[in-house]
Each structure stands twice: as C-alpha cells, then as structure tokens.
C-alpha cells in the first residue's frame, strides 16, 4: 500500500521532543554543511524513512520523468537516525528542501521546524476536501497548516472466526458492545488443568509484545477530552478516563489477571504474535495488520470491524497519518511546493495506490478520499471497514506541547492499573500530575522559542 512504497514499512511512532532540539544544539558543534555538488539545474533533498528492504522512492523517479525545470533527489534514512539528523539540519541551516514523515506534526511545527503551508495552498486553490476531514487537525498548529497528509492508518478490531465456531459464537458477527466483549473474552479464554492460558479470547491493551498501549478510543468513545480548550489544562481524571480505566482493569480480574499477564509475556513477533499464531481470538490493530495477517498467517480466517461501544458512547477510533512539509529555512521552498502538489495530485496518489498493492505493500492507505475509495485499493481485505472508521477517527496527538510525556504517562499509569498496583483513578492522577508538569515547562519554551526565531528572522538574533 501507499505507506510502504512512500515511506518504508509500518514503524513504532517515535515524535520530536525539546530535549532533541538540545541535542541537536550541541551536536551541530561537530557538523559542517555538506559539499555540494555542482549541477546545471536546481535539485531538490527528499528525506523519508526506509525500512530493511526499501526501494527507490517511486514518487520522486515520476517526478523527474516528468520535469525538466528541476529535479528531486531522495534521501533514505533510517528511521531511528532520520530525527536526529533532522534536528542538527535544522539547527545548522542546512535542512532538506521536502521532509516526509508520520505522527505528530505539532511535536514539529511547534517548534518552528517546519513552514506554514497555508500561503501556497491558497495560492493555488489547494483542495482540501479531497482529503479525509479527520486528518487535517494533526496537520494544524495554532491556526495554521504545516504539512500535507498523503497517507493514514486507523485502528480497528479483528477476531478469529474458527474460534467464535468453536466457542458457538457467530463467526460473522463480532461484540457490538463492551458487555458483549466481555462476555465473548470469557467464552473464548480456554485454560488448562494448572490455570494456565493456552488460548486468550482476548486481553485489553495487547497490541505486540513491549508495545506502549494507544487505546485512546475506549475513554473517547464515552466523550473523554484530555486537554481544556486554551490548551493549558491536562484532563486525564474525568469521569471517561476514570471509567474506560476502570472497565478494562475489570476484564483483566475477571479473565484472570496473572494468567492473561503471563500469556502476553510469552508472545512475541510475526508468527509468535498473539493473534497470528492462534493464541488469541480477539485483538485491536491497525489498519495494516491486513497485510501481517497475509505474511505471517495467510490461512487465519479473520473478521474485521470498528470496535465495540459502551451503552450510550460513540463510535471513536484513533488514526496515524503520513505527511509531507517544507522544513523552515529549506533553500527552495517555492520549488519544494511544486513537487509536494505533483506528489499530493490524485494522479500521483492512485499510481502510488497502484503500485503498492501491486508490490504486496501495505502500511498506509491514501488520504486522498477518492483514491482511498477507488477500485484498485478496495481490494485490500477490510478496507470498506477502514473508510468508515474514517467518520470517527480522532488523532492519537492529545496533549501537542508534552505528547512524549503524555504517552509515557499514560501508558505507566495503564500498566499499574492492569496489574492492580494502583486504582486506576489514583494511576490516572499522577499521571496527569506528571504531563502537567511537562507541559508548563514546555508552553513557557515554546514562547522562548517562538521569540528566538522571529530575532532570527529579522536578522536581530
């Protein structure tokens, strides 16, 4: 799919901090500007991310086909150095002209390493409508556009239909509601004479072994709102946080808490996942696990649907996108632009489509609507269920100034929850006590940092 032809395979979302940008400050000590090599014509620096077995970026190979006036050079890097590198590029002057990435665009525009788009798209008559509603929040900060989505994934929910027959469930018909998943774990669960697992029917906040739990949509679907509308205020003891908490801590006591605890632990990658070994019969995943499934267990029969809901909720779900942007101080923005509108073009978007699913790649699916909707990437299993998860996806980015934090906390104050170390109300209180700390820190720099780059951009810093 278009996710891994444009930007490598699937990877654990890690996001920019303040403590990188002070890394990069000191590292840039010891970096010069890179020769450059003499050429006729303007060539634009593309970085992305690569995975083990990336090829060349199709997108900036069309582009160069079919332009003359300048070229696109593409710079894969890996995706635990392309951060760091970003960072010192930045700092040092010497940024790529176009910077593709994923995850949360206010860890980067909020602290001024990337352009607002804003003039350009209206310029241009840039059309926003053919991207999905959902996604274009992760693409604001403060009012303003800094990046354009080219690719999302949402979560949704997957069970295994020779185990709902084996238990006299329906294999068509998944839980609908948070009584009926409990009640479906239990009927799945198979223990043996010491107690032990030996088949899960389900276990909450099990996404891969080590895995941070992003199960934001259970306290969303009851309405939950983690931060206050000026953005000052962390909310993670509302009556939402407090009861999805406590409802999946619930799960864990009536399944069997250290009997679910040890069957996780004895998980692990590709055919040792929980769900593609047949250990598990009901798990949350993303929208690419399709593929994972294809790879690793082509002959699970599976089905695929959005998540179950509390009596009186709302359907919710969370989403991860893949973006293009101009990074602050690229030395040719307005060249950048033309090859950000050939790559976001629906052109461009369903000959990627093309080729991923021609390629057995999948990661992202497009954010272009119509593309997203076009025969040729309906063929990827359960792809009628990802569109309409579209309707209710929220982004994963609650708490922009502190999201590293926010993450950490949360998914500490979780774990201690699930294992009934803490109540999850008092977990839910230190963490908030936590990610509050951070994000007073972090709005007092960014006004520091807000000063920094207008004195430099007035020649005064």
């Given at each position: ?51 083990a077995d990336e090829s ?62 804003d003039k350009y798209m ?168 399709v593929e994972e499934i ?168």
């Amino acid at each position: 799919m278009i996710g891994s032809l444009l930007f490598g395979k699937p990877v654990v979302q890690k996001l920019f901090t303040a403590s990188g940008v002070l890394i990069a400050l000191g590292l840039i000590l010891f970096v010069h500007p890179p020769e450059q090599k003499e050429t006729s014509g303007t060539v634009l620096e593309l970085w992305h991310t690569t995975g083990a077995d990336e090829s060349e970026f199709q997108p900036a190979l069309w582009f160069n086909e079919s332009h003359d006036e300048f070229q696109v050079k593409a710079v894969a890097l890996p995706f635990l150095q392309i951060e760091q590198k970003f960072l010192t590029s930045m700092v040092g002057g010497i940024p790529p002209d176009v910077f593709i990435y994923f995850g949360s665009v206010a860890q980067w525009s909020s602290r001024g390493a990337l352009l607002p788009l804003d003039k350009y798209m209206d310029r241009d008559g840039f059309d926003r409508s053919k991207i999905f509603d959902s996604v274009w929040p992760e693409m604001m900060w403060n009012n303003e556009t800094f990046a354009i989505p080219v690719g999302v994934g949402v979560d949704a929910f997957y069970w295994n239909k020779e185990h709902f027959l084996e238990a006299g469930l329906d294999p068509d018909r998944p839980p609908r509601t948070w009584e009926e998943l409990e009640d479906y774990a239990v009927r799945l669960t198979k223990k043996n004479a010491e107690g032990r697992i030996e088949q899960a029917g389900y276990i909450p906040g099990y996404w891969s072994p080590f895995a941070t739990p992003l199960f934001l949509y259970w306290p969303l679907q009851l309405g939950a709102k983690f931060l206050s509308e000026d953005g000052r205020k962390v909310n993670l003891t509302s009556n939402a946080c407090v009861e999805a908490l406590e409802w999946e801590t619930s799960m864990f006591e009536k399944i069997g808490r250290e009997a679910l605890i040890e069957k996780r632990a004895s998980f692990g990658y590709g055919t040792q996942h929980g769900f593609l070994s047949g250990q598990l019969s009901m798990i949350e995943q993303k929208s690419s696990f399709v593929e994972e499934i294809r790879k690793f267990a082509p002959d699970l029969e599976y089905g695929c649907a959005q998540f179950p809901i509390p009596e009186g909720g709302k359907r919710a779900t969370t989403l991860g996108p893949v973006w293009v942007g101009i990074p602050r101080g690229a030395r040719h923005p307005d060249e950048a632009w033309e090859f950000i509108k050939f790559f976001t073009s629906d052109e461009t978007q369903l000959r990627a489509a093309k080729y991923s699913i021609e390629h057995n790649e999948v990661g992202f699916f497009p954010a272009n609507i119509e593309v997203a909707r076009s025969p040729v990437q309906m063929t990827v299993p359960c792809m009628d269920i990802f569109l309409e998860s579209m309707d209710n996806a929220y982004s994963p980015t609650v708490v922009p100034l502190a999201h590293v934090t926010f993450w950490r906390e949360y998914g500490k104050a979780w774990d201690l929850a699930i294992r009934g170390i803490k109540s999850p109300r008092e977990a839910l209180e230190d963490a908030q006590r936590e990610i509050q700390k951070a994000l007073d820190s972090q709005i007092e720099y960014d006004r520091f940092y807000r000063n920094y780059l207008t004195e430099r951009e007035e020649g005064r810093g």
